[in-house]
């Protein structure tokens, strides 16, 4: 059976196969600081990276997306109020 050149390259209602993301495309995605990821990962809240080799650690680009949904699923419509920023520790306002 031949595939129509503009036919999607997986049956549609599947999902296709994952690949890892380094760092950087994660930081494209994700736009939270290091630490506060590898906290998040400690707590259980963000997906797990895993090592290639020893010195290459990756995340599964399907469970960064499925969590970013998910995040998505829980915001609240409402609009978020800003911090209240005379509870700062540093430079509160006066």
């Known amino acids: 059976m031949t595939q129509h050149p503009l036919s999607p390259p997986h049956p549609v209602g599947r999902v296709p196969a994952t690949?890892?993301?380094?760092?950087?495309?994660?930081?494209k995605l994700v736009p939270l600081a290091d630490t506060t990821i590898y906290e998040m990962e400690k707590r259980g809240e963000f997906p797990r990276r895993y090592p290639l080799t020893r010195r290459c650690v990756v995340w599964d680009l399907a469970e960064v997306e499925a969590w970013l949904a998910d995040r998505k699923r829980q915001a609240d419509p409402e609009p978020v109020e800003g911090p209240d920023v005379n509870l700062r520790r540093?430079?509160?306002v006066r």
């Open 19 to 27: 690949r890892p993301i380094r760092r950087p495309e994660l930081r």
């Open 90 to 92: 540093a430079r509160p």
